[in-house]
């Protein structure tokens, strides 16, 4: 049997409508590495109770701005929210997923979500920041490619076997500090974070900042999906 991968969905608003929404890549990316996606999209409800009995490893995806309003942080004026059930929902599945020690890979979104769930904190716009941050992309701006440095005898590095990678690039946020039992595995060449982990032995609990859902075309990123469900398979081994 196939691990089962749940994949955490967007919500929009189109024709006053709210809609979920995922992009086909990121159920392609777990496909093509072994797994059965599962799509679940947020609810009032937030994560269900049964979490570890209907899925084998959790995948949160990107999207828009989280609100720091929740944790007593102002917001900054350039915030594009996330829907504020998305936001719920994703954080509690993090604290499910947390709670059963659940395989998880955190994109983009996932990434400053993670940190937050750890009591962490994200940067809310890299321009303001001290330094150039010109190169991780912004609304209006092609996608934009540039380095990652990983850290010797991460999670990280050990799965895509290097420590030095190209990603793809396009997010005004980042994350500023990873939060309890994480550690920063991958930086930017300007020291923006790349990457977070938590380091403790036999955890699969990564979060990447860039989209390696669509650079399955190259194996160090591909390799992301393929030990997500190799983690899930284990936790799902009798």
Not at 19 to 36: H, I, M, W
Not at 58 to 86: F, N, V
Not at 149 to 175: D, F, K, P, W, Y
Not at 192 to 212: C, K, M, N, T, Y
Request: charged share 25%; proline share 10%.
């Amino acid at each position: 049997m196939r691990p089962r991968i749940a994949i955490t969905m967007d919500v929009t608003l189109a024709d006053g409508e709210r809609r979920v929404q995922l992009p086909a890549a990121y159920a392609e990316a777990v496909a093509a590495a072994g797994g059965e996606p599962m799509l679940l999209p947020p609810t009032p409800a937030g994560a269900p109770a049964d979490l570890p009995h209907l899925a084998d490893a959790l995948l949160l995806t990107g999207g828009r701005d989280l609100d720091t309003t929740a944790w007593g942080e102002p917001l900054h004026p350039k915030a594009r929210l996330m829907d504020p059930m998305r936001q719920e929902a994703d954080l509690d599945l993090l604290a499910s997923a947390d709670a059963c020690n659940m395989p998880v890979l955190a994109i983009c979104l996932g990434c400053q979500e993670m940190a937050v769930h750890r009591g962490g904190r994200i940067i809310q716009h890299l321009p303001d920041e001290p330094g150039e941050r010109a190169d991780h992309g912004r609304a209006g701006r092609p996608r934009v490619f540039h380095p990652v440095q990983m850290t010797s005898g991460s999670l990280l590095a050990r799965l895509v076997g290097t420590e030095r990678i190209e990603v793809n690039s396009r997010h005004h946020q980042a994350v500023r500090e990873p939060g309890r039992e994480m550690a920063v595995v991958a930086r930017a060449p300007d020291g923006v974070i790349e990457a977070i982990e938590d380091p403790s032995p036999g955890r699969f609990w990564l979060g990447v900042q860039w989209h390696p859902e669509d650079m399955t075309d190259r194996p160090e990123h591909a390799a992301l999906f393929q030990a997500l469900c190799r983690a899930a398979a284990e936790k799902h081994a009798p």
